[in-house]
């Protein structure tokens, strides 16, 4: 089954601190790795796919096949950052781009 | 910079009452979806439109749901007769290609009473 899980709900960092969000997925295939953020009040928008390799507002993160992972990663959490931090999953084959989500960790960054 | 729109951002409705829901695409895009979220619970995909007809949908989208494209800008959502477990947050998104970065409109609360 096709299956995107992130183990924490909420995740609550002091600012300055390293955060590590965590997200696992279930498929058998190589699929796309997403991870979405949503700040409060505004939509839903992408913050950094996995064929991209880059960081975007200091985050990175790497696809671990072996361990079917997707965590993201920050050296030093800002206040800004918070916000809720959606992973998602695209299958590999068929062309319709539908997305998996995982349910969301709520990153809350303390002053 | 264009953004995905969805209209209305709330919406009350009587249950076994039909509802539609509007979004309006970036304008050169081609793929079109629907995801919703039921408070509390992940975002989930609803049924993906391309070159007029639906490409793909989920199990969520039975008979109740249809989607349109009735002119060259809007993209509707229609839930024909509402239950109450329809009450969710209801997402529009586009991407220019199908595997290309989908955006995502601000979405519509739905609430069946």
């Known amino acids: 089954a096709q299956r995107v899980t992130q183990p924490e709900k909420l995740l609550s960092v002091f600012k300055g601190a390293p955060v590590e969000l965590k997200c696992n997925y279930s498929y058998s295939g190589s699929p796309e790795l997403f991870w979405y953020v949503q700040y409060s009040r505004q939509r839903l928008q992408l913050l950094l796919r996995?064929?991209s390799r880059e960081s975007i507002k200091g985050f990175t993160a790497d696809l671990n096949k072996g361990e079917t992972s997707f965590h993201l990663k920050k050296p030093f959490a800002q206040e800004e950052d918070s916000a809720m931090y959606y992973c998602?999953?695209?299958?590999?084959?068929?062309?319709?781009?539908?997305?998996?989500f995982g349910q969301g960790t709520t990153l809350q960054v303390k002053p | 910079e264009p953004e995905v729109t969805q209209t209305p951002s709330h919406q009350v409705t009587q249950m076994g009452q039909e509802v539609i829901l509007r979004c309006v695409p970036i304008?050169?895009?081609?793929?079109f979806y629907w995801y919703r979220q039921i408070l509390g619970q992940k975002v989930e995909f609803l049924v993906s439109?391309?070159?007029?007809?639906?490409?793909?949908k989920s199990e969520i989208f039975d008979d109740q749901f249809s989607v349109e494209r009735p002119d060259g800008s809007n993209f509707t959502l229609k839930i024909r007769s509402t239950k109450l477990e329809d009450s969710a947050m209801y997402f529009c998104a586009s991407s220019g290609q199908g595997r290309e970065t989908q955006y995502f409109g601000p979405g519509t609360r739905l609430l069946v009473l």
């Open positions: 998602a999953l695209r299958p590999p084959s068929g062309n319709t781009g539908k997305l998996i």
């Open positions: 304008s050169n895009h081609l793929y």
């Open positions: 996995h064929i």
């Open positions: 439109f391309y070159n007029n007809e639906i490409s793909e």
